[in-house]
């Protein structure tokens, strides 16, 4: 049974990415500990049962009274259900036939929602703005926030310094929002703090905890939760596709706020080098963007050591009146051999619109759609968004990307369900030879089923549904619970070795009865050690473990509950069907 809890938890430490950094750890304490359970049951228990216990076995056994409530209700109970295999199996398999089926249909989202003491909240003003008027804006965001009582204070990114790893343009405001009151309801906070930020007009933004955030941003380059990108060459052709892309998410059930990328064309001055003049005057294009360049923005010359041991670089430009529009074509360009001509003699200089920003994705021009998702339903909305984006007719040359916490969370599944699917095996043949018997080693896996009822139940209940740590609540529970088929079929074995002569179904019976305790009192220290987890939904910190906790608790009760009922209802169905198969074969041989 330890083996077999070890190998369980081989697809738990497979996993990649950010779901392998969080979970494998959790996989590995779990190995380590059971190892040590085992090195402790087969060396410390025996000696301490050897020094503590020898008078109890000159004593007749006696149970409490609860005990022998249980096993008097148990014994009558069971004698009911084996002699009603057909409804038996009907109910138990209808009901794991829903589990399985229904499994892949509950919405969930990568991972739970965080809760914490900040807010991270991206502000995206109109391109071109000024670095004075963002700062404005930021502060005008700040004195709202304060004024509903959401945020005690608030720290703006505007802009980027020198050597920035975390590079934006002057009208992307990063707002770190320290939250007043913390310990109240995740989602109201969120609401009461968008809907101050929605009060400062000129302004598109998002709210999102902090380790989300980031998250979200390691998974797919942005900040949202689910992110569409329309990648191809054309720019206006991308921002047809994206328009229509948005138009799709917006009419999807289930999404939220929809935000594309800007794509506001700005002003921007065009200089064209006239070829004829350049030749004639002995200059290139090159020297004449230097020149312009080193009048309008300065040209490092040299460097300076401070005091401090700072470098300093120093720069030489032109004078203010240089820097203006209409000044332009006045520029002194230096020539080889006229001395200084004029900038407009060399180019013609006029003004265009231009976009403010294209990003690129491995060298491919893109323009990414973000997409909230409330609630616990992104894996279904987004199922049905991209069944929606398939209807989109693309060009040549341009495709769409799904990416986000849905792919993410996906991926996973498909690692541990495929990786799962080869430990099980591995499991079975383990039973196989540990039990020498094919039918008991199949018998003893009826519990994964079985738990996987109440483990479905569970996560149904779970707020934001089935997240990773779900799916890796259930690899745990698949460990757990073999236990229980082990501790009966094991018992059953050793009856059917030490009492050859009796009959078979006083023997599962018997089996049964004697197993009932030891499987409760298991199943119990597990369950109500994880009780406390499984109740703690709404304490920050436990966002990982209450979902893994409550699947494990309630698969542990379904599978209990029914593996004392089922399993040998299946071995009495069994020996009744091979006496019939026998009394057959007899008559026909006396005929």
């Not at 309801?185 to 989300?212: H, S, Y």
């Not at 390691?218 to 921002?239: F, N």
Request: proline share 6%; net charge neutral; hydrophobic share 50%.
């Amino acid at each position: 049974a330890t083996i077999i809890v070890a190998i369980v938890l081989i697809p738990v430490l497979s996993l990649g990415g950010i779901a392998g950094r969080i979970f494998s750890p959790l996989a590995h304490a779990y190995i380590l500990a059971i190892a040590a359970s085992l090195l402790v049951a087969l060396t410390v228990t025996p000696a301490l049962c050897a020094w503590l216990l020898p008078p109890l076995a000159t004593r007749e056994p006696r149970l409490s009274r609860l005990s022998v409530w249980m096993l008097n209700r148990y014994r009558r109970l069971l004698i009911r259900v084996v002699d009603h295999p057909r409804l038996v199996f009907a109910v138990i398999g209808t009901l794991a036939a829903l589990a399985i089926v229904g499994l892949p249909f509950i919405g969930g989202r990568f991972l739970p929602e965080f809760h914490e003491t900040s807010l991270v909240g991206h502000l995206v003003a109109v391109p071109g703005i000024s670095l004075a008027e963002s700062t404005r804006l930021a502060a005008a965001v700040d004195g709202q926030l304060r004024a509903a009582g959401v945020a005690s204070h608030t720290h703006a990114n505007i802009g980027r310094a020198d050597l920035s790893e975390d590079a934006a343009p002057v009208n992307s405001i990063e707002l770190n929002v320290v939250l007043k009151n913390p310990t109240g309801e995740w989602d109201q906070i969120t609401f009461e703090t968008a809907k101050a930020m929605g009060r400062v007009p000129g302004l598109a933004f998002t709210v999102e905890a902090f380790l989300g955030e980031r998250i979200n941003e390691v998974l797919s380059g942005e900040t949202a939760p689910v992110v569409i990108k329309v990648m191809g060459p054309d720019l206006q052709r991308l921002r047809a596709l994206a328009t229509e892309v948005a138009a799709t998410a917006a009419h999807t059930p289930g999404l939220g706020a929809i935000r594309p990328d800007p794509q506001i064309d700005v002003p921007q001055i065009r200089i064209r080098p006239n070829r004829m003049e350049l030749a004639r005057y002995g200059v290139s294009p090159a020297d004449v963007a230097d020149d312009v360049v080193a009048w309008r923005q300065g040209q490092t010359w040299t460097q300076i050591l401070g005091r401090d041991g700072r470098v300093v670089n120093v720069a030489i430009t032109g004078p203010p009146t240089m820097r203006d529009r209409s000044a332009l074509g006045d520029l002194p360009i230096d020539t080889p051999d006229s001395g200084a001509v004029n900038l407009a003699t060399l180019a013609g200089i006029d003004e265009v619109p231009a976009p403010v920003l294209i990003n690129h994705d491995n060298g491919e021009r893109r323009i990414a759609v973000g997409i909230d998702v409330p609630g616990g339903g992104l894996s279904s909305a987004v199922s049905e968004l991209e069944r929606r984006l398939q209807a989109i007719r693309l060009p040549q040359g341009y495709r769409i990307d799904v990416s986000g916490e849905a792919l993410a969370r996906r991926q996973a599944a498909r690692q541990l369900l495929f990786v799962g699917a080869i430990v099980l095996l591995g499991v079975f043949m383990l039973l196989a030879v540990a039990f020498t018997s094919i039918r008991d080693a199949t018998v003893t896996l009826v519990n994964f089923p079985l738990g996987l009822i109440g483990g479905v139940v569970g996560a149904l209940l779970t707020p934001e549904g089935l997240s990773v740590a779900g799916l890796v609540g259930f690899v745990t529970l698949f460990g757990i619970i073999s236990r229980n088929g082990i501790m009966l079929v094991a018992h059953k074995q050793r009856l059917d070795a030490e009492h050859p002569d009796e009959d078979p179904i006083a023997r599962i019976l018997r089996a049964s009865e004697e197993r009932l305790l030891p499987i409760l009192m298991t199943a119990g220290a597990a369950g109500f050690g994880l009780l406390p987890l499984a109740l703690s939904f709404e304490s920050a910190g436990s966002e990982l473990e209450a979902p893994m906790a409550l699947i494990v608790v309630l698969g542990l009760i379904t599978s209990t509950a029914l593996n004392m009922l089922v399993i040998p209802t299946i071995y009495v169905w069994l020996d009744r069907r091979g006496r019939n198969g026998r009394d057959v074969t007899l008559r026909g041989a006396s005929a």
